[in-house]
């Protein structure tokens, strides 16, 4: 475009009569069009500066867990099925798994005790919560919502509510969703809660995989800032040809419950073992892997590794892959085992004294469907803080 500049020379148009001050109102009235436009670019360029500089960004401003007082050692499965403490160690480094037990309970009742902790700790209102996400595998019932049971349960008026679903990796998805309300600018406090009560669906005549599963939620609270920490990057993966390898295959619309399936026992967890672990150690490294590349990260720029705790060796070979030392890997596998989506806040909470400001956290898992995926965060406080 051909500068306006050179209308704005003085002597041009003192040679013509006008003096400098009328030669401005001359082109503003000749050129209004024109100085619109620029003042339009220049405000648009503005804000658009503005919001760059503000962008903001969803960051975990408190975590909490809860899981309940029963516990299932290896010892006393040695009792119900032929196995050993030695090869459930052996084969998934769990030592013990807690059950969620009393009539009438589920996976609402651990979610509520969860987030109920976290507005205490956060000195949050339950009126001030704008929206709770569910991530579970084992909700109270098809509908409705377990996050609707637990918004209930603790007076949560204000918000709305529902569950997401992508089995052990639902946790991570719904944080990611939740993210983005978050980022919108219209969401101010968000609230995601990661629970299952497995012992639900786990069939305890199967050594196979009833030495695997246990019972906890956690929840995390999610707040805007315009600081450069919160949830900064993610990639997550689908494939669906691996449903015949873990599944329900009954009380879904396809199967419905009849007195078939019970006597089948087809309302419990199936999962063949070799695919599943061979496709988990894979895609679960890798995505940590890329991950960390995506964003330009060394092993020595990771602070800490929060793996879904599946098989402790699953979780070593991530780790080993991602060139990170066993002291920056989050385990407590071997006191609960796999709670699905509670493992990964489980993880979170454990640590939390540990966390700081700045850390960078990379939040890795996988699960049924198949499904895995990986987020990187950098947390948001000191988790020793008063």
């Known amino acids: ?210 030495v695997i599963f246990g019972d906890a939620a956690g929840a995390v609270l999610l707040e805007p800032t315009t600081e450069n920490v919160g949830i900064m990057d993610h990639r997550f993966y689908t494939d669906g040809s691996g449903m015949v390898h873990l599944n329900q295959k009954a009380g879904g619309s396809v199967k419905p419950a009849s007195h078939e399936t019970v006597d089948a026992r087809e309302h419990f967890i199936y999962q063949e073992g070799q695919p599943v672990f061979k496709f988990a150690v894979t895609n679960m490294a890798d995505v940590s892997v890329e991950i960390m590349e995506r964003n330009h990260l060394t092993s020595d720029d990771i602070s800490w590794l929060v793996p879904h705790q599946a098989n402790l060796r699953i979780i070593e070979a991530t780790a080993k892959r991602m060139k990170l030392d066993k002291s920056k890997v989050m385990i407590n596998i071997q006191k609960y085992g796999n709670t699905t989506n509670g493992t990964i806040p489980m993880c979170l909470h454990e640590w939390e004294n540990q966390l700081k400001k700045g850390d960078n956290i990379v939040l890795s898992a996988f699960g049924g469907g198949f499904t895995w995926g990986a987020i990187y965060l950098k947390w948001a406080y000191d988790g020793n803080r008063k």
């Open 1 to 210: 475009m051909l500068s306006l500049s050179i209308f704005y020379h003085p002597r041009l148009f003192r040679k013509r009569g006008f003096c400098y001050v009328q030669t401005l109102q001359f082109l503003k009235k000749r050129y209004s069009e024109v100085w619109y436009l620029l003042k339009s670019l220049l405000l648009l360029t503005s804000i658009k500066q503005k919001t760059q500089m503000a962008k903001l960004r969803a960051a975990i401003t408190g975590i909490n867990a809860w899981a309940p007082e029963d516990v299932l050692t290896n010892q006393d499965l040695e009792k119900m099925v032929a196995t050993t403490d030695d090869w459930i160690v052996s084969r998934t480094g769990i030592k013990e798994r807690h059950i969620l037990k009393g009539e009438g309970k589920g996976t609402s009742d651990m979610g509520a005790e969860a987030v109920k902790g976290l507005l205490m700790k956060t000195g949050t209102a339950a009126d001030e919560v704008d929206l709770l996400i569910c991530a579970t595998t084992t909700p109270d019932m098809q509908f409705p919502a377990t996050a609707n049971i637990i918004s209930h349960k603790l007076g949560i008026k204000n918000a709305f509510s529902f569950d997401m679903n992508a089995a052990c990796s639902t946790f991570i998805y719904a944080l990611e969703t939740a993210s983005k309300y978050v980022e919108s600018g219209e969401y101010k406090k968000v609230i995601v809660v990661g629970g299952d009560k497995m012992s639900s669906i786990t069939d305890y005549t199967d050594r196979a995989t009833c």
